[in-house]
């Protein structure tokens, strides 16, 4: 079965701290993968996705996320965090099969 | 244009009472998927709905649980004879055909707390 592990619940950070946010999943065949966040009092949002092609991937805000095939991973970074960027973030994995499989959060809080 | 809309926002019952709960899709967006995010967890696939198509009701927790939807519109989400455990916040998303199958948009969720 596939699943997604989140490495961390919890992270705060200052403003302008660079921000990694860990992903793994399990999953053997060709995956699509996705970050979605959540800011307080909103619904999931799309951040960014991961279908095919370059490793890279560049979203919203000025996120990216980098896909390592090798490591199972695709960890969200950004350079320079905002306040704005409090939110929680999900990591989500669409393997063989119609669902996506989502990992358990990350709960992000920036101090101003 | 619109998104994806739920109702009701909230919903507090009592155990043992029945619940429904309703998702409106994106216009145009052939699959509706049905989730629930019990709290401090990631969202745990119900139900897949997409066209006329027989549903994946594989995510579904037991058979108090059902759902239909017609055609491509509005779906409902049931729950017989409501348990604590059932508390939480039950999401729809709906997606596009096409290359932006993938893509799946979400509403803002139905709070359901059972007392």
């Known amino acids: 079965a596939q699943s997604v592990s989140q490495h961390n619940h919890h992270v705060i950070l200052s403003e302008a701290a660079s921000l990694e946010l860990g992903c793994n999943y399990s999953?053997?065949?060709?995956?699509?993968l996705f970050w979605y966040v959540q800011y307080p009092g909103q619904h999931l949002q799309l951040l960014l996705k991961y279908f095919s092609g370059d490793p890279l991937v560049k979203g919203i805000k000025g996120f990216e996320a980098e896909f390592i095939k090798s490591k199972f991973s695709f960890n969200l970074r950004k350079p320079s965090v905002q306040w704005s960027d409090t939110a929680e973030y999900f990591c989500?994995?669409?393997?063989?099969?119609?669902?996506?499989?989502f990992g358990a959060g990350t709960i992000l809080r920036v101090k101003s | 244009g619109a998104g994806v809309s739920q109702s009701p926002s909230n919903k507090v019952t009592e155990k043992g009472k029945d619940v429904e709960l309703r998702c409106d899709p994106i216009?145009?967006?052939?699959?509706l998927y049905w989730y629930r995010q019990r709290l401090g967890q990631g969202l745990e696939f119900l139900i897949y709905?997409?066209?006329?198509?027989?549903?994946?009701k594989s995510g579904l927790p037991s058979d108090r649980f059902s759902a239909e939807r017609t055609g491509e519109s509005v779906s409902t989400l049931t729950i017989q004879r409501t348990q604590q455990e059932d508390s939480a916040v039950y999401l729809c998303a709906s997606s596009p055909s096409g290359v932006l199958a993938e893509t799946q948009y979400f509403g803002p969720g139905t709070r359901l707390l059972v007392l």
């Open positions: 989500a994995v669409k393997g063989g099969g119609n669902k996506l499989v």
């Open positions: 999953y053997g065949g060709t995956v699509n």
């Open positions: 216009s145009g967006h052939t699959a």
């Open positions: 709905f997409q066209g006329n198509s027989a549903p994946d």
